[in-house]
Structures are given as structure tokens and as C-alpha cells.
């Protein structure tokens, strides 16, 4: 037989090549490649027991499936996220950036569950159990029978779970410093991830307690290690949230079991993450809605409505390519609106630099949010101040016709729960009709159906014309 040479494994994505080099081929990815042991890694046990497969009963899709009832965890928040609750034996992976608080929503989760009588065990590999209990201790949770330890080898935290009470909630904190003997590679590397977390999922699978994998992520926001512990577990979502902002979103990724475009709104305080459970307000609080170049957007994030404001900076360029910079939005979809309305609504955006900001740091992936973005560059543009009280939702095609967004019925909800009075929107046909019957309803509320986006210019010119009198105003 010949001799087994070491291979190297790129942390990134998991690609094995055959000698070290400078840059994954599979991935792109720099400096990534990492030396492992030959038997490491998947297949190398099927070499060498080769035996013959046992022969086991198949099922038809009509066979007995009672829903095992979910584990709801008391936090509105995080119960929105997972879709109604743990679900037992299944596998929930939460990646995040340092500090941000995955630990800390975490733990709380847990004492919430083992205050309702529920087994709950947490097993940090980062932090001492001193440490945790610290923070618990901060947290006013320590009375909550939380079972703590402080452990890194999986088949030791197997072996203990198994012991006792089969437990309604596992945490792993994390699963990068997990390490199982199946593998030969050193902890922290992608096939000692790979396999640690195989092996929970496996006890999860077999006891039917629910598992939480804790997972780092790289530079650039994706979960640390190889992309399949994410096509593994049964949900992904990742813990969001900025240095500068208070407030923390959990986000939802991958869900067998239920939506994925859930969001969770958490704020950081000094006694842990409180819920939030009125983002809108929170992401228009401090609005100044007497200066030009701010639009506020009727958003959805999954079934619920939420209301942000778009910022946008037009301002003469002293650049050959004038600058454009955007924050929590999709550069490329600038390029497109500002093309659109230069192209469509004879605005003169090429000389330019533009600066766009998401206020409160959310990001924003609707392609509704292109008519609020327009709304902020205009009013910029012409320093026109945008009414206060006035939301804008609509996709902006490259016709410039604007296409109606789902939801609209409850963006107008919201909008009118918060006090606007106007909103600009494109009329729908199901949603626009239910739309308007809401707005009659609630005459706080009322719609102003355009169909281009030559009609939403119009319409910021003569607030221009008459908001133009009052400078001083704006400048202050
Ligand atoms: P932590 O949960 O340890 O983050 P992670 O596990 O994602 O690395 O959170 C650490 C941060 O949270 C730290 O910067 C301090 C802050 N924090 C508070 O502001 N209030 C609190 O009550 C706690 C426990 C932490
Ligand atoms: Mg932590």
C-alpha cells in the first residue's frame, strides 16, 4: 500500500488539494490552506471497514408523523426566528462576530427554558464556568437550574448528556473549539469542525434533544469553517449587529422547519438583550425629518413590517468619477436607479458623488426600497424636504414604470400605526385593491398611487418649489 501523504485542507470551503499553495483554487480564498493528518477527513473510515450494508425497512410518506411539540423558548424574538419554537432533535447553528452577543442571547434562552422545568444543558469550550456563571450572575439568572460545564471533547459531552434526563436543550458554545477523536486533525480546523458537528447532529438525531451550535465567522460575515456544517444542521441564522448600534438582529438563513425571512430584533442593554418588539419605532427614533435627502421606506422583513429611513447626499463633484458610497444597501442597485432616473426622469445625477445611508445600520435587500432610495436622492438633488409624515414602497424596473411590492396592505398598517398620513406607492392589483379598502378604513393613512417614476419626480419638484422659500431652515 502506498504511503499516506498529508493533505491540505482550505478552512474556507473545505477543498483538498495535494500540496500547499498561496490560494484555494476552489474558493478564491488566501492563506487558507492548513496542513491535516492523512487519515483525516470523510471516507477514510469506509476504507477500512468495508463490510457488507444491513438490510432495513422502507417507509411510505403516509406513515405515522406526529409532530413532536415545539420548544418555545419564552423570548418572543427568538421564537419568531426559529419558526415557532425549537424543534426537538433537530440542529440550530448561530454564527456571528465577536461580542456581538451570541453567548448572551444564549443563555438567557436557556434559563428561560430551565425555569419552565425543562433539562437544559450549556457547554461553553471558550469561557471557563466561572465565566459563565459570572454573567448569569449579571444577568439575574444564576437561580435558573442551568446544568454548566466547561468542555471540549464531543465524546465526553455525549457520553454526559446521555447519562441523565434526555435533555430539551443542548447549547454548544462554540463548535469551533469542539474537538472529537474520530478525527486526527488539530481542533479548530475544518475537519475536526466537520466531524464534532456531525457527531452532535448525530445525538441529536438518535436522543431527539434539540442542539445549538455556536459558530465564529470570517472577516467577511460567512459562518467559519466549511460551508457543510451549514447544508448539515436543520437551521442557520446568523446574530447581526454593529459596534455603534445598540440594537441586534438575528437573522434567520437556512430553516427546515419553517420561513427563512424571519428576523428578530434584540437591543443590547446592561442587563442583557431585551426584545424588541416595536422596530420601527426604534429605527426611526432621532429621525430630523426637516432636512432634504431623507425618505422613510415601508419595508417587509418576512411576515412583518418594518419602517427605516433611507439617507441619501447629492452633492456637486470636484471628481472626474464622482464617488459613490452606500451603506446597508446593494451598490449595484444604485447604479441601476441612478441610471434609471437620469435615463428616465431626466435627472442629472453623472456629476455627482452620492452617498447613501440605511439609518440605524439595517441592511435592506427588498428590491421595494428602490422608490425610497429615488424619493432621497431627488429631494437631495433639489433640496426639497419630504414630508414627515410620508412613506414610499415600490420596485423600480429600467422602463422607470414602478412594479407593485407584496404586503402592502400591512406596510400601510404599519405606516399608519406610527402616524404617517401619506404614502407613495405603485396601485396593485390584489394587494392595492385590499390596500386602498384599508385605507379607506383608516382615513390616516391614504395611498397615492403612481405608475412611473416621472410622476414621483414631479411630485418632489413642486414640494421643492414649495419648501424652496425656507433654506435657512434646511441648512439648520
Ligand atoms: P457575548 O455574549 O460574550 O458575545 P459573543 O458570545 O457573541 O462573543 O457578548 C459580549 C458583549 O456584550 C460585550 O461586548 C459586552 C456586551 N454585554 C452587554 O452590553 N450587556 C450585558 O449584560 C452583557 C452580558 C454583555
Ligand atoms: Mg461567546
Same mark, same amino acid.
Given at each position: ?51 457488507? #450494508? ?19 423558548? @419564552? ?55 466561572? &465565566? ?7 444577568? @439575574? ?15 465526553? !459531552? !455525549? ?32 475537519? &475536526? ?8 447532529? +448525530? ?44 440594537? +441586534? ?60 429611513? !433611507? ?16 451603506? @446597508? ?21 453623472? &456629476? ?41 414602497? #415600490?420596485?423600480? @424596473? ?12 400591512? +406596510? ?47 411630485? !418632489? ?11 435657512? +431652515?434646511?441648512?439648520?
Amino acid at each position: 500500500m502506498a504511503k499516506a501523504r498529508s493533505s491540505f485542507i482550505c478552512q474556507n470551503c473545505g477543498a483538498v488539494a495535494v500540496r500547499w499553495q498561496g490560494k484555494c483554487e476552489a474558493c478564491g480564498a488566501w492563506n487558507s490552506l492548513v496542513e491535516e493528518a492523512p487519515s483525516a477527513g470523510i471516507g477514510a473510515l469506509a476504507a477500512r471497514s468495508a463490510k457488507k #450494508g444491513r438490510v432495513f425497512a422502507l417507509e411510505g410518506l403516509t406513515g405515522e408523523s406526529q409532530p413532536a411539540p415545539r420548544l418555545l423558548s @419564552g423570548m418572543a424574538e427568538l421564537d419568531r426566528v426559529t419558526g415557532g419554537g425549537f424543534v426537538p432533535g433537530s440542529v440550530l447553528l448561530i454564527g456571528g462576530e465577536p461580542g456581538i452577543g451570541k453567548s448572551t442571547l444564549l443563555i438567557q434562552a436557556c434559563a428561560a427554558l430551565a425555569r419552565r422545568g425543562e433539562r437544559v444543558v450549556y457547554i461553553s469550550g471558550e469561557e471557563a464556568a466561572a &465565566q459563565v456563571r459570572l454573567r448569569a450572575d449579571r444577568l @439575574g439568572l444564576s437561580d435558573a437550574p442551568v446544568e454548566l460545564a466547561a468542555e471540549t471533547s464531543v465524546e465526553d !459531552i !455525549i457520553a454526559t448528556l446521555s447519562a441523565g434526563r434526555r435533555p430539551a436543550l443542548v447549547v454548544i458554545d462554540s463548535i469551533q473549539t469542539m474537538w472529537t477523536e474520530a478525527a486526527e486533525a488539530t481542533p479548530g480546523t475544518v475537519t &475536526q469542525v466537520r466531524c464534532a458537528a456531525q457527531a452532535l447532529i +448525530r445525538y441529536a438525531k438518535l436522543s431527539g434533544a434539540c442542539v445549538i451550535l455556536v459558530g465564529h465567522v470570517t472577516k467577511d460575515g460567512q459562518i467559519a469553517g466549511p460551508r457543510v456544517v451549514e447544508h448539515m444542521v436543520d437551521a442557520v441564522a446568523s446574530f447581526e449587529g454593529d459596534g455603534a448600534h445598540h440594537f +441586534r438582529i438575528l437573522r434567520n438563513v437556512k430553516n427546515r422547519f419553517g420561513p427563512t425571512d424571519e428576523i428578530g430584533v434584540f437591543e443590547m442593554t446592561g442587563a442583557g438583550l431585551s426584545e424588541v418588539a416595536n422596530p420601527s419605532a426604534l429605527f426611526l427614533a432621532g429621525r430630523d425629518g426637516s432636512a432634504p435627502g431623507a425618505a422613510v421606506f415601508a419595508g417587509m422583513e418576512g411576515t412583518r413590517p418594518l419602517l427605516v429611513e !433611507i439617507q441619501a447626499l447629492v452633492a456637486p463633484s470636484a471628481l472626474g468619477t464622482p464617488r459613490r458610497a452606500v451603506v @446597508g444597501w446593494d451598490p449595484n442597485r444604485l447604479s441601476m436607479l441612478v441610471a434609471v432616473l437620469e435615463t428616465h426622469g431626466r435627472v442629472r445625477l453623472g &456629476q455627482h458623488d452620492i452617498y447613501l445611508n440605511v439609518a440605524g445600520g439595517v441592511k435592506i435587500s427588498e428590491p421595494a426600497a428602490d422608490l425610497a432610495a429615488a424619493a432621497a436622492l431627488v429631494s437631495s438633488l433639489t433640496g426639497a424636504v419630504l414630508p414627515q409624515d410620508m412613506v414610499f414602497f #415600490g420596485e423600480v @424596473g429600467l422602463s422607470g414604470a414602478i412594479r407593485p411590492a407584496p404586503h402592502a396592505n400591512l +406596510r400601510l398598517k404599519e405606516a399608519a400605526k406610527l402616524g404617517f398620513s401619506h404614502a407613495v406607492a405603485p396601485p396593485g392589483p390584489q394587494e392595492g385593491e385590499a390596500a386602498r379598502k384599508n385605507a379607506g378604513k383608516n382615513p390616516a393613512t391614504s395611498l397615492r398611487p403612481i405608475r412611473h417614476i416621472g410622476e414621483a419626480i414631479a411630485d !418632489i419638484a413642486a414640494l421643492g418649489r414649495a419648501t424652496a422659500p425656507r433654506p435657512a +431652515r434646511a441648512a439648520g
